[in-house]
């Protein structure tokens, strides 16, 4: 089992390669998964591997709160950090109840995922 | 001063004729022009409630009028016809007493006067009216008299009376004076004696008897009764016309054996109904006409007199419907103007929401689209400057640097408005709790205490006393007033002044008044203001998102925003909002 920091679910390739790209320059290790089911087995695989999750809702083949769902059933106590372009009011309150631990809209900068991570660092330790 | 929320302004009367037009609201109306729809809305009442009075008012004047004349008519016919009956009477009893005198008595008996005395007597016995009696030979010599006069001897040849009396059997005269200048009437009949020879006997008639014939069909002051021979002289005095023998001009009426009336055609009312009747016995044609005046108001007035009333009472009942109907109309009118305008406001406003609506939905939805290939353009510049960062190879390029972060600026300022975007569209539940007003605004211009002091900006705040603390959305009205008081702030240059004025409107709702002494809002620009993307500010200053999303808040509080504006002068802002906000049921 190989422990990462970040794990992001995200369908925009570029988007996702050039964030993990810029995150391990920073030291940060990263693993990009560009469906949902991909995620889900990477962290079925892993379980509790990851420190925390960028998820994007609009996902080819399942829609984010349903990811969200099975996450929080596959590992409860994981920060899951909803960022995307897309998102109504209805997802927004719908991730909240999920357990989701923010909804952030993109553009996102670096230093605010970074901080994020630290955080969530901080309180898993 | 706080303008008052429209719910509390008064409606005027007669605003439909005094409104304000306005293009854009007027396409909202049902009806356009409301001053032709009052005038024919009061002429239609007018015509029909008023034509069938009218109408029946003429009609009945008409009525009383010909029953009156027709009435008038019968009167006057049948006082003319009884009065010529007894004048005729009196004049053929006398001339047949004459007849059956000369008939009877040898001609001798006629020329004594001792016997002509007798019959004389006699005859004033049993009729009544002679004055004296006379036999005068065909010469006109008077052979016999008996009488009050010494007319004895007298020779009555040359007297026209004379020779018109030699012509025909039986003979009357029109009143006239002769010898004894006492007004009387000569009749005269014609006979044969013995000896072949024409004589005549003549009696005079007492004037007064006549008269006093007359004078008992005049029934009341009204009514003038006279006889006129034909030449149009009175025969008998007259009260409307004169003395005996004065002549009357008036024109002889056409000759009739029967009574006659004549209708004046003046409907004046002193006018006169007038009877006449020529005096024609059996025997002979008198020259006397007999007529009757009778005055129309005097006889009627009774009659006319409560028509004049009756049409008074119809001339104020016309005013007073009249002005009945214009003030209905002109109530009914209004009525119907303030309910269009209503409806024309409330379409006009849906209209403006519904396009607010339209524009946010567009704008979210762009903003959604935006904001994955923007965060594209994030990370790969922010990738680049990353490169340069760790690698350090080219970390002295400065101009790269620049134009890196260049990129990262605008894209977070792309961000900014996206956020904003979906910001104006979302609306979340309302948290309602207590708020306190006063130290909403202290807390708001705290942030801007530094500025204040670099601008010198006078800023003051006026919270009336007995403003209540509200029940509402605290973030919303929060960022509500910080949108306003930063927009204030924009506006205002150096050693300028910010009043904040909080007013109680009983019973439910407060009014902030936010005034600046800004450069104020051109007229033009003031119906799109709440637009989103409406702005005038320099680049970088605004998004033109505030006064959009600050109306959609207010909205959301179940207030009401209001702007007033002069260029150069100032502007202010007035939110009034309800002091207990209801709770919705749709978030």
């Known amino acids: 089992m190989k422990h990462i920091d970040i794990l992001i679910i995200d369908d925009e390739i570029k988007f996702a390669d050039m964030l993990s790209r810029r995150l391990s320059l920073r030291g940060i290790t990263c693993q990009a998964c560009y469906d949902g089911q991909s995620g889900l087995q990477w962290l079925t695989k892993n379980p509790g591997a990851a420190a925390l999750i960028l998820l994007d809702l609009k996902l080819p083949d399942i829609y984010g709160t349903q990811v969200l769902a099975r996450v929080k059933k596959i590992d409860p106590g994981i920060p899951v950090f909803i960022i995307t372009g897309h998102g109504t009011r209805e997802d927004e309150k719908a991730c909240i109840d999920l357990g989701a631990a923010e909804f952030i809209h993109k553009p996102v900068s670096i230093e605010k995922i970074t901080a994020l991570l630290n955080h969530a660092r901080g309180e898993v330790q | ?587």
């Open chain 2, 1 to 587: 001063m706080i303008r008052k929320p429209q719910i509390f302004q008064k409606q005027e009367w007669l605003a439909f004729l005094f409104h304000r037009h306005n293009n854009h609201l007027a396409s909202f109306h049902t009806f356009s022009n409301y001053r032709s729809i009052w005038i024919i809305s009061i002429v239609i009442l007018a015509v029909t409630s008023l034509t069938p009075l009218v109408t029946a008012t003429f009609i009945n004047h008409r009525l009383i009028q010909q029953a009156v004349d027709a009435e008038l008519v019968l009167q006057a016919e049948r006082v003319t016809s009884n009065a010529k009956r007894s004048m005729r009477f009196f004049l053929e009893e006398r001339l047949n007493a004459l007849r059956f005198i000369v008939n009877e008595l040898p001609y001798y008996a006629l020329i004594d006067n001792a016997h002509l005395g007798d019959i004389l007597g006699n005859l004033k016995l049993g009729f009544g009216g002679f004055t004296d009696l006379s036999t005068i030979d065909a010469d006109g010599s008077q052979v016999a008299y008996a009488g009050p006069f010494n007319l004895e001897g007298k020779n009555y040849k040359t007297q026209p009376w004379f020779t018109r009396s030699l012509e025909s059997d039986n003979f009357i005269s029109a009143v006239f004076t002769g010898y004894r200048d006492v007004p009387h009437i000569i009749i005269a009949v014609r006979s044969i004696n013995a000896l072949g020879r024409v004589f005549i006997l003549r009696a005079t008639l007492d004037t007064q008897r006549l008269m006093d014939i007359l004078l008992s069909y005049k029934t009341n002051v009204h009514t003038d009764i006279f006889l006129m021979d034909h030449t149009g002289v009175l025969q008998t005095p007259s009260k409307t016309h004169g003395k005996i023998f004065t002549p009357t001009h008036l024109e002889i009426p056409t000759f009739s054996t029967t009574t006659n009336v004549i209708m004046p055609e003046s409907e004046r009312d002193h006018a006169f109904i007038i009877g006449y009747s020529y005096i024609i016995t059996e025997a002979v044609n008198t020259p006397f006409i007999l007529m009757v005046y009778k005055k129309k108001s005097g006889v009627m007035g009774t009659w006319l007199n409560m028509g004049k009333t009756f049409n008074w009472i119809i001339y104020i009942s016309c005013l007073v419907m009249m002005i009945i109907i214009t003030l209905v109309s002109t109530f009914m009118v209004n009525k119907l103007y303030l309910a269009d305008k209503t409806k024309a406001e409330t379409m006009m406003k849906m209209e403006q929401s519904q396009q607010l609506a339209c524009i946010g939905q567009l704008s979210a939805g762009i903003a959604h689209e935006i904001n994955n290939p923007l965060a594209l353009i994030n990370e790969t510049a922010g990738y680049l400057k990353d490169l340069y960062h760790f690698t350090e190879e080219q970390q002295n390029d400065e101009e790269v640097m620049e134009n890196l972060d260049a990129i990262l600026e605008a894209v977070a300022r792309c961000g900014t408005i996206t956020s904003q975007l979906l910001g104006f569209v979302r609306q979340f539940d309302v948290q309602i709790s207590s708020v306190h007003v006063e130290k909403l605004i202290t807390g708001i211009l705290s942030f801007h205490q530094k500025e204040t002091e670099y601008k010198g900006i006078h800023v003051t705040t006026d919270i009336a006393p007995e403003t209540p603390a509200i029940e509402t959305d605290r973030g919303k009205l929060q960022q509500i007033l910080l949108n306003l008081i930063n927009n204030a702030f924009q506006a205002i240059e150096a050693n300028g002044c910010l009043d904040i004025t909080v007013l109680h409107l009983p019973p439910g709702h407060i009014a902030i008044e936010i005034k600046d002494t800004g450069c104020g809002i051109p007229e033009e620009n003031i119906k799109r203001i709440h637009e989103p993307f409406f702005s005038t500010k320099k680049e970088k200053m605004g998004t033109g998102l505030g006064l959009s999303i600050t109306y959609g808040l207010v909205k959301k509080l179940q207030g009401d925003i209001q702007v007033e504006s002069s260029q150069g002068v100032g502007t202010i802002f007035t939110v009034t909002l309800p002091v207990k906000m209801k709770k919705e049921d749709t978030a």
